[in-house]
């Protein structure tokens, strides 16, 4: 295989290291089925989205309810009223802020001592002049007695040294106007110290000093605590008093500006509406509060259709559409034909309609069932999961995920369901899907009925929890979710044959029926054609081996392979496997005769195929399982016919088989297993080495003629194959123990024995010439 490589590398630049071919994504194949598609899908936009019943009456408050209105939907309305009071209580709650300023202090302090400077440093008309200067700058009355003790030393070494001081201290925590201020706030206040902005709660504010309190703690202070007489301490309160301010105020704006921030951070409270909820009954009197409920549900009515939400589905369904073509490459999206697309596309109309109806009708209220309970249980036994278990018999894990996605999205809005519903349905698309794949037999697909009810039952309980629902709900919707899966199963059984036949789609079981060397078909190949029924067993094994190796579908290839060459059911003795020490009839035909011979089994391979219903599948995989190859020896020996007439060159058209090449991976294994099968009957001494060279060459010179170009066969799975085919062929062609002849007998007795002759072409070269 290091020819291979080396001739391969130039064919595979856009394949990645691990063998896998990088395409960008493409077209759909099938663009008049696609197109039958998206109409699908907008369809079910459109209905999903349309409310075929409505339920809402609208009432007046005072007004006597004429009959029993229930809530269609679940909705949540905010109480404006219980809002504004919860903001208004959260408002009051907030603490006042006060504001606290040394700017009080130092005016005062700067104000005395200035006083006390200019009255020492003054004296006779000026000391007059001034002290009326300084009676109204203070507003008040001071006498002369004043000014001679402010002109002491001891009254200027008491006022700095104590009085101011003691000033500062009390109005570093504080001073207000009054305490009265502080009565409407009962959760204490901010207190922000102004040069620091540092702010302070103080829940407690009995001790912050208003001035009546620093004016009494400072006459106490002086007459008492410090026996200070009476001359001193008039002169202090008359220079003192008139300046004292407060340094804590009340900040407004501030305080409302957080207010209204704290306000603004509540979050509203809301009405809560559950479907089905009562929101009036017959012959009660419409309150305020019920009227806006009413108003609510009228509004949001699924009557009133919005076709801008219809449009807002269908977008989100062809972004899923697009992801889906971004995950698939060229070749997978160009295998998905126009039949396909109607398929899924019919697929999702049914499945959505019948999620429609289980919208529109409604199950008898009887039992003390709420009208939420019943559209919950008519939700939860819809069998979505069915249509995901049918989608999975024919069609890749991939588009089954996708199309699922899209079908739980629509069926989910059909019911209104919401996020838990869409969930519970996607979720059982998968698991139904994942089961589909894995059941080879129908009792298999019996049996998986029962872990898709384990699997609905744990979302079902998950979405009660979620909802915090009634226990005797949860456990009566056990009940529909058994429906559910029941009616999935019945489903996959009962849909899936009908459109299997209408399509003309083949399943897993349909493969399997095909597969019993029983069938009619293969009995006949067998009786005309053995040459050709054993070497389609002996591809069979090959191609199943080889697509288990590589990832291909096994058993579609096997089927196929059974299958491929039933062609030569109408001329099998025109093939040399068929040719039984017989005259060979390709002797007196023409090489141009014998290629279209050659060429048309593969014709008529596709005609029995559909006249038995083997399905498209099948049909297509006979169609290409010779590609676009040339037949080699007929179109050597034409050659050497027309160089020894002299006749016109001939054209190699005419001896390729008219194809198309391989589409997909089982049908270039097929190729490939046919070819190698067929030409290996020419090995003279089929060693295991000789079969490996051999096998590489076939590879190679198939490869190389571009025969696999339009399949997704990679580098990395030639060299799987080759191995795979290396092992079964040398497995046919073992060794075995020598046993005495016949012929040595007879010598011994003194007979002799001739051989017959047999004037035909070896095994496989009228059709696989290397």
Not at 136 to 151: F, Q
Request: glycine share 8%.
């Amino acid at each position: 295989m290091s020819e291979i490589v080396n001739r391969v590398k130039r064919k595979f630049k856009g394949q990645s290291k691990a063998g896998q071919a990088v395409h960008a994504p493409a077209v759909p194949g099938g663009l008049a089925g696609f197109a039958f598609f998206l109409t699908a899908v907008f369809a079910l936009s459109f209905v999903a989205r349309l409310g075929l019943d409505n339920s809402v009456k609208l009432f007046t408050a005072g007004e006597i309810a004429t009959q029993d209105v229930a809530a269609d939907q679940n909705l949540q309305i905010e109480d404006v009223e219980a809002t504004s009071r919860k903001r208004d209580q959260v408002a009051d709650s907030q603490p006042p802020v006060f504001d606290v300023s040394p700017l009080p202090y130092e005016a005062l302090a700067k104000t005395a001592q200035d006083i006390v400077v200019s009255v020492r440093g003054a004296g006779g008309e000026d000391l007059e002049k001034l002290r009326w200067q300084i009676a109204e700058n203070l507003n008040t009355e001071v006498g002369g007695d004043v000014i001679e003790v402010w002109r002491q030393d001891e009254f200027k070494d008491l006022l700095d040294k104590d009085v101011l001081p003691w000033l500062k201290q009390n109005y570093e925590s504080g001073v207000v106007a009054s305490t009265a201020l502080f009565a409407p706030y009962k959760n204490g206040i901010l207190i922000r110290d102004l040069p620091s902005m540092m702010e302070t709660l103080r829940v407690e504010t009995r001790d912050v000093k208003d001035l009546k309190q620093v004016k009494d703690d400072l006459e106490h202070r002086l007459k008492v605590s410090m026996n200070k007489p009476f001359r001193l301490r008039k002169a202090v309160y008359v220079l003192v008093y008139p300046l004292l301010a407060p340094n804590m105020t009340f900040n407004q704006e501030t305080t409302q500006a957080r207010r209204r921030e704290i306000s603004r951070a509540v979050e509203p409270l809301y009405y809560i509406i559950k479907k089905g909820e009562i929101i009036v009954r017959q012959g009660e009197r419409v309150g305020p509060i019920q009227q806006l409920k009413l108003q609510a549900l009228y509004s949001h009515r699924k009557g009133s259709y919005n076709l801008l939400r219809a449009f807002g589905l269908f977008g989100m369904c062809l972004m899923f559409l697009a992801v889906l073509a971004l995950s698939l490459d060229r070749t997978g999206l160009r295998r998905v034909r126009d039949t396909d697309w109607v398929f899924l596309g019919v697929i999702l109309l049914i499945f959505g309609m019948l999620a429609k109806v289980a919208d529109v009708v409604t199950l008898p209220g009887g039992g003390g069932l709420s009208e939420a309970a019943r559209s919950a249980y008519f939700a939860v036994s819809l069998p979505i999961a069915g249509a995901a278990g049918i989608l999975a018999l024919f069609f890749s894990k991939r588009l089954c995920i996708f199309v699922s996605l899209i079908l739980s999205f629509l069926a989910a809005n059909m019911v209104y369901g919401g996020i838990g519903i869409f969930c519970y349905y996607f979720v059982g698309c998968m698991i139904y899907v994942y089961l589909m794949k894995c059941s080879e037999t129908r009792a298999q697909v019996l049996r998986s009925v029962l872990p898709l009810f384990a699997a609905l039952c744990i979302m079902w309980g998950s979405l009660n929890l979620m909802d915090l629902s009634d226990p005797t709900v949860a456990c009566t919707g056990l009940v529909f979710v058994g429906l559910s899966s029941f009616l999935s199963l019945l489903a996959v059984v009962g849909i899936a044959p009908i459109m299997e036949l209408i399509f003309g789609y083949t399943s897993r079981f349909r493969l399997m029926e095909l597969l019993n060397l029983e069938q009619p078909l293969l009995q006949e190949l067998m009786v005309k054609a053995p040459g050709t029924y054993h070497h389609s067993l002996i591809v069979s094994n090959m191609v199943e081996a080889g697509a288990r190796a590589i990832g291909a579908n096994p058993l579609l290839a096997k089927v196929a392979a059974l299958y491929h060459d039933i062609g030569k059911l109408k001329s099998p003795h025109y093939f040399i496997e068929n040719i039984s020490c017989k005259e060979n009839r390709h002797n007196k035909l023409a090489p141009s005769m014998s290629a279209l011979i050659l060429i048309a089994h593969v014709k008529k391979g596709v005609e029995l195929a559909r006249e038995h219903h083997l399905g498209q599948q099948i049909t297509d995989l006979i169609g290409q399982h010779h590609g676009t190859t040339l037949i080699a020896y007929f179109h050597h020996k034409a050659k050497e016919l027309a160089e020894s007439k002299g006749d016109d060159p001939i054209r190699e058209e005419d001896y390729r088989y008219p194809g198309p090449k391989p589409q997909t991976k089982e049908a270039g294994l097929i190729l490939l297993a046919d070819a190698i099968e067929a030409s290996s009957r020419t090995l003279v001494d089929p060693t295991p080495s000789r079969i490996k060279g051999h096998i590489g060459n076939i590879v190679r010179k198939i490869h190389d003629e571009g025969e696999l170009d339009d399949c997704q066969l990679t580098l990395k799975d030639l060299t799987l194959l080759s191995d795979t085919f290396q092992r079964i062929l040398t497995g046919i062609f073992h060794q075995r123990i020598e046993y005495p002849s016949a012929k040595a007998t007879d010598a011994k007795n003194g007979k002799t024995r001739e051989e017959p002759p047999c004037a035909v072409t070896p095994k496989g070269a009228a059709e696989h010439a290397a």
